[in-house]
């Protein structure tokens, strides 16, 4: 409760009825008028400012992604036995395109196994080198040079990136590796589209797997649970585990008789992780290889003629024993097929030794998909795009040409269907350049075949395809150096103005943003003009409509930042003040941090270091504020803060690489929605205590009043209700507990209706509430007679104004529970206990700001309270079940208010579960300078300068996060983890920043205006 005294003889002056009080009074209307006017015009004109920096931070984001994100289109489309890829019935009975050679197969993959691991170290040296790597595994060379009819040993060259998830995608489907496959599955990494395993599933195809279980995440649900071993990939210090698993379980397999199984599976990894751990040239990778030597020798022994055994590596490793990148090194892995009936052979002499180096006679590894099909009667995959291996089928005496030049017609066929249903799915961008060749080559192929020129009609194939992938790689598997840098330029140099604009411009920032957008418009102009030029000037480097995006945009950069030089409107540097630092030194630290794969991974972690230090120093402050109500409260609100970022951390999805060491409170599958009953008892918590905690704060300052109470104390109450009713339905519709008295359509049709009515209360209703509300204040008058105060004049009465000292905070934090309540309807219960904590997290920032005097105003314009919010943001984003990495995106969110999926709002429903957080927090920011500011004493333009610097210091934070992903997912991306840690977290930091920079024009800045009006209205400001 505030008693004014000065607002109370201006109000009783304003009833005055003589001329000079009427005079006054309209001049003071006329004055509010043009107040009101400005701010309008100021709120646009900022709006605008800060839609044009969105602009350009899309614009660096296109550039970087349109030359670092690998994408393609998966084709649901399926190869079929019966038909053939020229749409002809398939006429054999011993296989589905052509006579199957083997009955069953066993394919073991050794992580990382180089093809130089596999040859006599005098094959491809002058002078044998002592390295540890070297002459430790003889069987495969040796076998292939002795009994080449038998045993083919070949090099296995992998498709970059050379991470293992990217390449047993290959192994399997045939495809060229990409980052972003565009298909019908979202939620995980497991292969929909048409691959190997799938084919052996459908064939009735008994499989079995032993070894890395990241096979289980691509192919759940196909292997055989009882002779299936997975074992845990991620410990690249153990070098034994998952190997003494595997022998331990392969051997058996291999003696039961007759065989329970078709198709082993075995990977192992003892070899990858000597690499990792120790290098290649180490002692522990001879002991390896030479365990690896000792297994294949006893599995050749007990494998029978209708057996086909497979050996290959996935990849191989650079010196340092590291994979994931593009060099020689990484890329030559080995191949080495066996059989004990002589089937295979060469289709010359000179090929009859194994190359004596990778540069020799090298097969892809997209190859193998297709061979194998045909040896063991399958067709093959759709998306296939490799050819088949030509020692598997050239014949072990004289070279079959024409065996040869049908397996080649079958791959080339299966390859142009696909080719056709392709670019008929999607346009491939490419001129017709780019098919000339492939159409003489395949004109040829198709003469030979007719007039049985077979030895002809093979090689013509063989250039038809080279053609095709040719084609293929330019469109999917080569980063653009170029692309990727002009992204960073235009990134980095948005991030640098902002931060010059944000924290170094001085005066009004609606005014330095006029002659800003000016600046930014003539040139944007000129660079618009100049980009198309140099683009048509050097059209390997980017098109002209490329070079217009890329010169408007660092046109208008560099332009605005001129202006900002040249007219003054920069402040002389200082150091900053400690909180200033401690922010600069959060967001650096958290930026190198992403530069290491084990930092991104537990970024959780560490922003709750970063959180709990603030609260931290933060008691400390208070501790030594003159007032003792600073002290008492600022004290209190920081332990209670570092309590709830504590208790905030036992709500966790873990990711596969925290595995073990890590424990999930959130739901395990996607058919739950809980990982315990108990769960349920989260959201009527919420519905009972967060109404209660946010009146607890508004009646600190006497604000619980006006639509306050309607808003915050019932409607608010009654959506948080129905949200814990809905996950009860839900929870009960999945776990069936009432199937017997209620139908599951009838489940649905509840949750639909009550997640319908929950919307509602949150957005129109909120919204409505938000904007037409008046100041959460009430107005006391005491009449003279009933005064007890005998030195106040007795003829005037007093008004006392409750909610006086906090009119602004109060009135947009009315914003605040409606965009809590939609986000906590489309969360779990456990997201919904985080959302509850950053909600009242928020509260307690506000309270310790203001008790430490570290509220934004028009003489402190401390950074540190916006970037506490975006780290809060960040931070509750892993707490709410998400985690940088696309498998972590519930996608089931889309569904909750709706039957099926529909444009745009699915879309936004995902991103409103995804980074409510974020958006929470970045709608929060004006309170940072709203709450229990001072009436009175700042203007409107100042009140709105203060909101936008604000803004302005929260988007810095991200802006800053964004650039240093992009910097480090550019110069990492040959690292191992690049598709796995890098490049999602890189995606996330990028669609944060934009949503952050919308969320800041719709909600902050427009929220600000609204509560701006709102109080000015009431108090004349």
């Not at 079940?881 to 498998?887: K, N, P, V």
Request: include cysteine; hydrophobic fraction near 45%.
């Amino acid at each position: 409760m505030v008693d004014n005294a000065d607002h109370s003889r201006q109000a009783e002056s304003s009833q005055d009825g003589s001329p000079a009080a009427s005079r006054s009074s309209a001049g003071l209307d006329e004055r509010t008028r043009q107040k009101v006017v400005a701010f309008k015009v100021s709120h646009v004109l900022l709006s605008v400012f800060f839609l044009w920096l969105t602009a350009v931070h899309i614009v660096g984001i296109f550039f970087f992604a349109k030359g670092f994100l690998l994408a393609r289109l998966v084709l649901d489309n399926k190869s079929e036995c019966a038909v053939l890829p020229d749409g002809q019935l398939s006429k054999e009975t011993t296989g589905c395109w052509h006579p199957k050679c083997f009955d069953r197969a066993v394919i073991i993959i050794i992580d990382a196994l180089r093809y130089d691991f596999t040859i006599p170290s005098e094959r491809f040296m002058h002078e044998p080198l002592q390295k540890h790597y070297l002459d430790n595994l003889p069987v495969l060379h040796e076998t292939a040079v002795a009994r080449p009819e038998h045993a083919i040993l070949l090099p296995f060259i992998a498709d970059p990136p050379t991470s293992t998830l990217q390449r047993l995608k290959g192994l399997t489907t045939g495809t060229l590796p990409t980052f972003i496959d565009i298909g019908s599955n979202f939620a995980g990494t497991a292969i929909e589209e048409d691959n190997l395993v799938s084919q052996l599933k459908d064939a009735g195809k008994t499989i079995v797997h032993l070894g890395d279980d990241t096979w289980h995440s691509l192919f759940p649900g196909y292997f055989d649970p009882n002779m299936t071993r997975p074992y845990d990939s991620f410990n690249v210090w153990d070098l034994h585990t998952v190997d003494n698993g595997v022998i331990e379980h392969i051997m058996p397999l291999l003696d039961q008789t007759p065989a329970g199984w078709d198709i082993i599976f075995g990977h192992f990894l003892g070899v990858d992780h000597a690499g990792h751990r120790y290098g290649p040239d180490h002692a522990a990778m001879a002991e390896k290889l030479r365990q690896m030597n000792e297994v294949l020798e006893q599995i050749i022994k007990r494998i029978d003629d209708h057996t086909l055994l497979v050996i290959m590596g996935d990849h191989g490793m650079d010196t340092k024993g590291d994979h994931g990148g593009e060099s020689d090194d990484e890329v030559e892995a080995a191949l080495w097929m066996y059989s004990k009936r002589p089937l295979f052979g060469r289709t010359s002499k000179d090929a009859l030794m194994p190359p004596a180096t990778a540069k020799e006679r090298p097969v892809g590894q997209i190859d193998l998909v297709s061979t194998l099909s045909i040896l063991l009667g399958l067709p093959i995959p759709f998306n296939n795009l490799g050819r088949p291996i030509a020692e598997a089928f050239a014949g072990p005496r004289s070279v079959d040409w024409k065996t040869l030049a049908r397996v080649e017609y079958l791959a080339q066929s299966q390859i142009a269907r696909y080719q056709e249903h392709y670019a008929r799915s999607r346009d491939l961008g490419l001129d017709e350049e780019a098919y000339q060749g492939q159409r003489t080559h395949l004109r040829r192929s198709t003469d030979a075949s007719k007039s049985h020129q077979w030895e002809e009609a093979y090689y013509a194939s063989v250039e038809w395809h080279k053609e095709v992938i040719t084609m293929y790689r330019k469109l999917w598997a080569n980063f653009n150096l170029a692309d990727m840098l002009f992204g960073v330029i235009i990134s980095g140099l948005s991030l640098t103005f902002l931060l010059l604009f944000a924290r170094f411009s001085k005066g009004d920032k609606a005014i330095i943003a006029t002659s800003l957008l000016r600046s930014a418009g003539l040139g944007t102009a000129a660079g618009a003009a100049v980009g198309p030029v140099l683009g048509a000037l050097l059209p390997t480097y980017f098109s002209a409509l490329a070079g217009l995006g890329l010169g408007a945009s660092i046109g208008g950069v560099v332009a605005a930042g001129i202006w900002l030089y040249q007219n003054r409107a920069m402040k002389p540097f200082r150091f900053p003040s400690f909180w200033g630092f401690l922010a600069f030194l959060f967001c650096v630290t958290q930026s190198a941090g992403f530069a290491s794969n084990s930092y991104t991974i537990h970024e959780d972690t560490i922003l709750l270091f970063f959180l709990t230090t603030f609260g931290i120093l933060s008691l400390m402050s208070s501790l030594r504020q003159t007032y003792q109500a600073d002290r008492i409260l600022g004290s209190y609100q920081s332990v209670l803060f570092i309590l709830l970022t504590r208790l905030a951390s036992f709500s966790r999805l873990c990711r596969e690489e925290q595995m073990p060491g890590c424990r999930s409170s959130f739901y395990a599958s996607t058919n739950s929605s809980i990982s315990a009953p108990w769960q349920l008892l989260i959201p009527y918590s919420v519905a009972l205590l967060l109404p209660e905690i946010i009146k607890a704060f508004y009646r600190g300052t006497a604000s619980y009043a006006g639509s306050a109470g309607f808003w915050i104390g019932f409607c608010f109450r009654v959506g948080l209700s129905l949200v814990a009713v809905y996950w009860t339905v839900d929870a009960a519709d999945n776990g069936e507990w009432w199937k017997e008295q209620i139908s599951s359509t009838t489940l649905k049709t509840i949750n639909l209706t009550l997640a319908r009515c929950a919307l509602a209360i949150a957005l129109p209703v909120g919204i409505g509430t938000f904007l037409w509300a008046k100041p959460c204040i009430d107005i006391s008058v005491v009449d003279a007679a009933d005064r007890t105060d005998e030195t106040a004049a007795p003829s005037r009465p007093q008004l006392t104004i409750f909610g006086y000292a906090n009119a602004f905070g109060s009135r947009y934090f009315l914003l605040i529970p409606a965009l809590v309540l939609a986000v906590a309807l489309l969360l779990p219960p456990m997201g919904q206990f985080s959302i509850t904590i950053c909600a009242w997290q928020i509260l307690c920032l506000v309270d310790m700001l203001d008790s430490n005097a570290l509220t934004i105003t028009s003489t402190s314009q401390s950074s540190i309270g916006p970037i506490i919010l975006a780290l809060l943001g960040s931070y509750h984003f892993f707490k709410t079940g998400h985690q940088a990495t696309l498998a972590s995106i519930q996608w089931s969110s889309a569904f909750v208010p709706l039957r099926t999926i529909r444009y745009p709002w699915s879309p936004l429903l995902v991103i409103l579960n995804t980074f409510g957080a974020q958006i929470i927090c970045a709608a929060a920011v004006p309170l940072t300078v709203f709450w229990k500011r001072p009436l009175g004493k700042v203007g409107v333009r100042g009140l709105w300068n203060d909101v936008v610097n604000a803004c302005l210091t929260h988007a810095l934070y991200y802006a800053t996060i964004q650039v240093a992903t992009t910097m480090w997912a550019g110069h990492l991306r040959r690292h191992l983890m690049l598709y796995r840690v890098f490049m999602p977290r890189y995606l996330m930091a990028c669609g944060v920043l934009v949503i952050v920079d919308v969320v800041l024009v719709v909600s902050a800045l427009a929220g600000a205006r609204v509560v701006g009006l709102s109080v000015g209205e009431v108090f004349g400001y």
